[in-house]
């Protein structure tokens, strides 16, 4: 069966009341819904849906079962290999479901946030959730897979940090995986990979009393931007703020081996300490 009619039958299997968006070959945006990061990759897939929401998700799934054909789920589309598209079957696309709220140390983040989404949140709320180091990977396929970053030596992986998630299984359910809800869900999904289903909310503990943020405006921030535009190729990779970790021993030493001067650490922080630059 060709593309065209799996597209036909999956839209027809979604019915009318479907109201994401979707894209199905041939039609106008089709090659843009179907590219991921690794421009190698060249799948083709009968259909890409920008679910909204976990309900969608999971019609979404449903669909893809009654007219049998492949599932692949797209967060950020990192994954090198380009697993997030898949050939002749359907692809999730998570990218609209990117909120990410923090309310009292725990951070709440869509399963198509990036890992800028979760930095901007959690610097904001001076709380530090162990990440990656590229701004614009999808953080589903990062803590599905593990997670490790600039912070896990002291504070774990990102799956480490996995303490709920709201999961659209492969029968459509939509359940909640936590330590008092399904706990052995909760289990697989903390460095177990993306198959045991979709996971629509990621809630991740984090380690707070230990960040201090400069906001775009304070000396910190203009000195440091200056500091980078000197050293970076494309210093705009710099551009959400400093975060100063106090329990790092290493004395000023940034990603990528730069130093950073005394003069550039606020008054109120003590000086020698590591800076840390979250990327968003």
Not at 177 to 204: H, I, K, M, S
Not at 242 to 261: A, E, H, N, Q, R
Request: charged share 20%; proline share 3%.
């Amino acid at each position: 069966m060709n593309n065209d009619r799996i597209g036909a039958r999956l839209r027809s299997a979604l019915g009318h009341a479907f109201g994401a968006e979707t894209v199905i070959a041939g039609e106008a945006g089709y090659d843009d819904a179907r590219r991921v990061w690794n421009g190698a990759v060249d799948r083709h897939p009968a259909m890409v849906a920008f679910c909204r929401t976990s309900s969608e998700v999971a019609a979404a799934v449903l669909a893809a079962r009654e007219v049998g054909v492949p599932l692949s789920v797209r967060g950020g589309g990192h994954q090198v290999a380009g697993l997030s598209v898949c050939d002749n079957g359907l692809t999730i696309d998570l990218s609209t479901m990117c909120a990410v709220s923090v309310d009292g140390g725990i951070s709440h983040a869509g399963g198509g946030s990036l890992l800028r989404h979760v930095d901007t949140a959690n610097a904001q709320a001076g709380v530090v959730v162990p990440a990656g180091v590229v701004s614009h990977t999808g953080l589903g396929g990062l803590a599905l897979g593990g997670g490790f970053g600039w912070t896990f030596r002291n504070f774990g992986l990102t799956c480490d940090n996995i303490v709920g998630a709201e999961v659209v299984t492969a029968d459509g359910r939509i359940v909640q995986a936590g330590e008092q809800d399904d706990a052995d869900l909760l289990w697989a999904l903390r460095g177990g990979g993306g198959n045991f289903g979709v996971v629509t909310r990621f809630d991740l503990g984090g380690v707070s009393g230990l960040a201090k943020f400069c906001a775009p405006g304070k000396p910190a921030w203009d000195a440091a931007r200056g500091y980078f535009a000197e050293q970076c190729e494309n210093s705009s990779q710099w551009s959400g703020g400093i975060v100063v970790y106090p329990t790092f021993d290493s004395p000023k030493i940034l990603p990528g081996g730069f130093k950073l001067p005394d003069d550039l650490v606020d008054n109120d922080v003590a000086r020698g300490q590591k800076l840390i630059l979250v990327q968003y």
